[in-house]
């Protein structure tokens, strides 16, 4: 004879129902279902996050940039203007008078002529510990700076320079030293200083 047990069977559903009607607790839940989230009724979605625009290039240059002029040396200010068969010449500054405006000035300048010695020596770039014999009498000089037409006279010898890749032609480096020292501030290697100051040596 069988013997039915209702009690344990009861039992048995009640703790079936009771498990499976139990909440779940949020800190076992996967992380999927936990990064749902709805946003509450009448609420605004989140803006997307904001991309910043990429700065715009610059514009192409164009040629080279226009020269940009120094200050014009002092009075004393001392510049070699060339150098051959063992001398070289000097120019020192006794006066400046500018005459032109603010972008593109000319000089009205009084120089005092010098040489120097050197006749197994190299010769010297400046004139720190030269020797150099000064004429008693300064002389006229003109400077005209400018991008398109540089100018520069000592007396009466004066030169629109030919400014170009391969420098200026020896005879006239004097007057391309005393050009940009007066309109740059500097002198020595013409070809290189005027690519560094924009004039167009193509």
């Known amino acids: 004879m069988k013997r039915h047990h209702p009690p344990l069977i009861a039992a048995s559903l009640c703790v079936a129902i009771l498990a499976a009607c139990t909440p779940t607790d949020p800190a076992s839940a996967p992380l ?41 040396p002092t009075k004393g200010f001392v510049l070699r203007s060339t150098c051959r068969s063992g001398s070289c010449d000097w120019y020192r500054i006794e ?31 400046r004139p720190d ?25 000592v007396e009466n010898h004066g030169e629109r320079l030919s400014l170009s890749p391969d420098g200026v032609a020896g005879a006239v480096q004097g007057l391309a030293n005393l050009y940009f ?11 290189l200083l005027a690519r560094k100051f924009g004039y167009d040596v193509r």
């Open 32 to 72: 999927d279902n936990a990064a749902k989230t709805e946003a509450p009724a009448g609420s605004q979605p989140l803006a997307e996050p904001a991309t910043s625009e990429p700065a715009p290039e610059p514009p192409a240059a164009e040629g080279p940039a226009s020269p940009s002029f120094a200050a014009v």
């Open 95 to 125: 006066q400046v008078e500018r005459t032109g405006g603010n972008t593109a000035p000319n000089y009205n300048l009084q120089v005092t002529p010098g040489e120097s010695s050197h006749p197994k020596d190299p010769y010297p770039n």
């Open 129 to 153: 510990d030269v020797d150099i014999q000064w004429q008693s009498a300064a002389v006229g000089a003109q400077v005209m700076c400018s991008s398109n037409s540089p100018y520069a006279a």
């Open 181 to 191: 020292a007066i309109c740059h501030g500097e002198y020595g290697d013409d070809a």
